[in-house]
């Protein structure tokens, strides 16, 4: 039954928890056995890190720097975390959250700084041969275009992740192979998410929960992806399990598990 349906959150915030142990613990109860926790600066990529070590093979650790931090940081702040991705790249199972934020950066200047250093984020995951995770807000197309040029020069995939607010984007990105896309906790809450999670590819579809980003005053726990996978399977009409294997098989494509 669902007990042993397995499922992942493929895009959360575990160091950003108050107890992330204990949550890990009752999202694992519910079959949730594996999570992709980004990173959004120095502090929270060695929180990442050391969860990883505690919960091997369980936390998935992206290394980044998130976009809308990075508006906030100087140079030297910023290379100092460039240097501690590049040191700690081995230990990565993808480079994210990364991407573009132009809420946050509001002038040209600070918008070309972001593409910048989303940019030597890319070469460094190259590098290592990793998948990157795409946050974008308020620069959805060229957070989307830069995501097409990474699988082009790179052949690596990229997760744009909570990508459920455009149906025509969406389309654009069904047409690029190693693009996935993931959905969220938004699917529970509001119909327009669902309406465009519709349109998405099966075989290129991710869930998550971003927790612990707040949903309808609550914050998003990990332990909440069964509902968010029982919600996309109603819509495309399968069974939960039957969603859930897919997923399973996103993921492990995702992250470059299906051929080892
Ligand atoms: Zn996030």
Redesign the pocket.
């Known amino acids: 039954m669902a007990r042993r349906t397995v499922y992942a959150d493929a895009?959360c915030?575990l160091d950003q928890l108050e107890d992330a142990p204990k949550e890990i613990a009752a999202a694992k109860k519910l079959g949730v056995k594996r999570f992709l926790s980004?990173s959004e600066d120095l502090a929270s990529m060695k929180r990442n890190l050391a969860l990883a070590r505690e919960f091997p093979g369980v936390v998935l650790p992206g290394l980044g720097i998130h976009p809308a931090e990075l508006v906030g940081q100087d140079d030297k702040t910023v290379a100092a975390e460039l240097d501690f991705i590049k040191a700690h790249v081995e230990s990565a199972s993808f480079l994210g959250?990364i991407g573009l934020d132009f809420l946050h950066a509001a002038t040209p200047v600070q918008q070309d700084r972001q593409k910048k250093i989303l940019i030597e984020q890319f070469e460094v995951a190259a590098a290592a041969d990793l998948p990157v995770v795409i946050?974008s807000r308020r620069a959805q197309r060229p957070a989307m275009n830069a995501a097409f040029r990474y699988v082009e020069t790179y052949g690596r995939p990229v997760l744009l992740?909570w990508f459920t607010q455009s149906v025509k984007l969406l389309l654009e990105v069904n047409r690029r192979p190693g693009i996935y896309i993931s959905a969220g906790p938004a699917v529970l809450f509001n119909a327009g998410a669902r309406k465009v999670v519709a349109h998405a590819i099966l075989d290129r579809l991710l869930v998550e929960t971003?927790a612990p980003?707040p949903f309808d005053g609550e914050p998003a726990r990990p332990s909440w992806i069964p509902r968010v996978v029982e919600t996309i399977a109603s819509i495309f009409r399968i069974s939960p399990e039957d969603l859930a294997k897919q997923l399973n098989k996103n993921l492990d494509r995702f992250l470059g598990l299906a051929q080892k």
Do not use: G, L, Y
Request: hydrophobic letters at 10%; zero cysteines.
């Open positions: 895009h915030h980004n959250e946050h992740h971003d980003v």
